[in-house]
Every structure is written in C-alpha cells, then in structure tokens.
C-alpha cells in the first residue's frame, strides 16, 4: 500500500508537470494565475511529504487543530528557516503573488515575474531531488524546464494608459520592487531575462542570422542576437559542481582520485576549467563585465560529465598531472 508520503510526492509531480504545461501553452494568456496557483501546490506536496519523512505524520497539522494541515507558508518556514535565503525569498513573493486578489493580475505580470518563475523550477527540481531522490527531468525533460517567455519589455506609459490607477500603480510598484530584489540576489531567487541585438560584420560572431529584404530602404544584412547571459549561461561554479556530483550520482559514477573515492568538488571542476579552456569558450563560459564573476552553461555540466564518463577512475589524475607540466 503506498504511505501517505509517497501520495504526496506523486500528486506534487503532477502539479508541478501542469505548471509546466499550463505555462508553455502559447494559447493561454493569463497564464501567470495558473503557474502560480499549481506550482505553490508542487511546493506544498513535496515540502509536506519531507516533513513526515524527517519530522513525523504530526508535523504537518496545526497543533491546536489536528484536522487541518499546515499551509504552504508554514511549511516554508519550518522546512527553509533562514529567513534570508534567496530560495525562500523567492517562493514567498510566489505565494504572495497568488494570494493576491485575481482581478490585480494582468498579464503584464508575467513580465515581471517570469524570472522568479524559472528559478523557482528550477530550485524545485534541485529540492526534489535532495529530499525524495526523485529526478524530475526523468519526468519533465530538461529542456521544458526553461519557461517560454515574452519578448516584450513592460512600458510604463502603455501601463498608465491600459489601466486603472490602482492596477497601474500596484502593477509598477511590482515591478520595480522585484527589479530591485533581482539585483540583490543570487540565481535561487530570480534569472534575469534580457534581450539585445547588435549588427556585426563579422558572420562568425553571430549567433542567429534573418535575410532582410535587399529592395528596402535600410540594408541590413547580418543581425546578431546577443541573449541574457543570465539565462544562456546562469551556472555559478558552486551550481556547475552541484549538478554535475547529482548527475555522477544518478548515473551511478564514482569518481576517483588514487586510491580513493572523490566527490566531485571545487577543485575538480578548475581542473576542467584550465586543462579544456572551458573560461575561453563562449558557448561554455561568460564572463560578466561588472563583477568580473563566470556563468556556465549547461552545456559545460553535460560536456564535463560525458568527459568523467569515459575514465572515472583515471582523469582527476590525468588531468592533474598534465597541468602540472605546463
């Protein structure tokens, strides 16, 4: 018979797999309600079936009312209980937003809040995993994971004049609030999504190419769209080594070093960085310009891992012993 901790855990899957879908519907408008609604139930599941794993059947009832279970933000709390941590932050302005009264969300709010949206999945699959063991891109794919978005940036003037004040005013104070929480924290919080185009000479340093119509005006022959490195390349080294030790772990790989076991670490993951010039490959690695900090992309965590694969036992210390000639 399947214990109340493994129903939950099945019915978190399915509401986080409607969150999916229901967001990735392009004939969907108002998507922003119905993501939020069912990935705070994703949440809520899987939060409550690591309590009575880790806390006992009790944990999830009020305790002066035994026949009601805690809410999400309760759950948060007693689960995430620094109260600073980015990936709490995130899933409370995420509750917030669906607590807050339907007829206040346009759909402009997607907007604003797609980038909590996608590291609130992605935080979600990393917690399914570090509480239930359960890999949800066996069950979503990986890449549905990243959220379709809109390519339209939020006008204020075009706000002022859609809406009534109190919509208008709490739509904008929205958005710069978590405009300035994005800039205050990590990736667990927010992935910032921004678009730029260039024009450029240079074919080989274009990422996409359009053909524009020769017989117009203004000739153009060579766009170069230049996506957020936020999102292309959203991996800090500490996230990079995180997935890449869980993928070596679902795989059933065991590094080594020597004679002994390894996890993978910091230090293993430089050694990839210098001996495959990973910080010199933009298709691997950006390097942003202000804080001077490196964003990874996931094809450096899969590239890593198809190289560990070959010789687990070996490459830490073929590796090792090639830089140390150079």
């Known amino acids: ?4 901790q493994d129903k939950l855990v099945e019915k978190s899957k399915e509401a986080f797999c409607m969150a999916i879908e229901l967001y990735n519907k392009p004939t969907i408008k108002y998507r922003v309600e119905g993501f939020a609604l069912f990935i705070c139930n994703a949440w809520e599941l ?32 007693k689960v995430f209980t620094n109260n600073k941590d980015p990936l709490r932050i995130n899933l409370e ?4 937003l669906r607590n807050t009264s339907t007829h206040f969300i346009t759909e402009e709010y997607e907007m604003v809040y797609v980038p909590l949206f996608q590291s609130c999945v992605l935080n979600y699959n990393e917690k399914m995993m570090v509480f239930h063991n359960v890999d949800m891109t066996a069950v979503v794919p990986q890449n ?21 004040e109190e919509i208008a005013n ?47 005006d203004a000739k153009v022959k060579i766009v170069k769209e230049l996506k957020d490195p936020n999102v292309t390349h959203k991996y ?25 076991t390894k996890r993978f670490n ?20 950006y390097q942003h310009q202000l804080t001077h900090t490196y964003g990874y992309s996931i094809q450096t965590i899969d590239f890593i891992v198809e190289e560990i694969k070959k010789d687990p036992d070996n490459i830490i210390q073929n590796l090792k012993e090639y830089l140390a000639k150079k």
Request: aromatic share 8%.
């Open 46 to 77: 899987m939060l409550k079936a690591h309590m009575i794993k880790t806390m006992g059947e009790n944990s999830i009832y009020y305790k002066d009312n035994p026949q009601r279970t805690l809410s999400l933000e309760n759950c948060v709390q």
């Open 170 to 216: 709490k739509l904008l104070v929205a958005n710069d609030s978590i405009a300035d929480m994005i800039n205050s924290h990590n990736d667990k919080f927010a992935i910032k999504i921004e678009h730029h185009h260039f024009i450029t000479k240079d074919k080989a340093k274009a990422t996409s190419l359009v053909g524009i119509d020769n017989s117009a």
């Open 236 to 260: 800090s080294t500490t996230s990079c080594v995180a997935e890449i030790g869980a993928r070596l772990n679902r795989l059933g790989i065991t590094l080594r070093y020597g004679e002994e």
């Open 144 to 164: 549905f994971l990243t959220l379709s978005i809109s390519m339209k940036a939020l006008d204020e003037s075009e706000i002022i004049a859609k809406y009534p």
């Open 1 to 4: 018979m399947q214990s109340i």
């Open 93 to 96: 302005k995420i509750i917030e």
């Open 266 to 285: 910091t230090y293993h993951f430089n050694l990839f960085c210098k001996y495959y010039g990973i910080k010199e490959n933009p298709k691997f690695c």
